[in-house]
């Protein structure tokens, strides 16, 4: 039998609990002595690391693929015993997003809310979020409110009323609008300099850079009208 305090084969490692509970695979214990303020630092830390969990896996699977060639989910499902739509939808939104942009005061769930827009709306939003403190749900109002009054049509899954990380209920990367107009295409010519800046204050605007080009075009129409 271990002494007390030594770690058992269910024992889980945590640094941020350290001696201050005991865990397990199956739960916490905590002692009766534990303060208020090294209770709420754990959770803090829990939270964080739930958070950081869905981006763990969804590099370790892509790492996998890249790298020993898996080319297909269930061969990682049957070596780890994960769900296939979880860890399918964690690594959707992963290839979404470079790590230099992904944002660490924000959760997965608030990435994943942004994944079908473009990468200058995702950044736009996600810094919306991140300056106003909004939660997932908060986001998703936003960015649903904001695409409206564009007129710009997205499918964002129903909320569930939490903010909990809806990953099995992301969609699939969604093809051409089958109902879009003809339109006729335009080549405009730019230096790297110019469609830096304009791509800037597109997404100033929550914009992709051609939707912002567009929309200035029509009102130059409408003033020259």
Known sequence: MGTTGEATRNDVVL????????????GVIFPRD???QSWERIGASLREL???????????????ETTYGLRRYREAIERT????????NYAWVA????????????????????????????????RKAEQEKWSRNELRRE?????????HQIDIPPSS?????????????????KGRRKATTLTIELSDGQLD???????AHGLPVDKWVTQVLDAADRHTA
């Open 50 to 64: 739930t958070n950081s969990t869905a981006w763990w896996l969804a590099d370790w699977l892509i790492f996998g």
């Open 34 to 36: 534990l303060s208020q």
């Open 95 to 126: 290839r979404r997003f470079e790590h230099h942009r992904r944002r660490d005061s924000l959760s997965f769930a608030h990435h994943a809310e942004v994944t079908r827009l473009s990468p200058p709306e995702q950044d736009y939003w996600l």
């Open 161 to 177: 009323g939490d903010d909990e990380q809806e990953t099995s209920q992301l969609p699939e990367p969604a093809g051409a609008d």
């Open 197 to 203: 800046y304009y791509s800037k204050v597109a997404a």
């Open 81 to 88: 015993g994960l769900d296939y739509q979880t860890l399918r």
């Open 143 to 151: 960015v649903r409110a904001g695409l409206a009054e564009q007129g």
């Open 15 to 26: 640094p941020f609990v350290g001696n201050q509970a005991k865990v397990q695979k199956s």
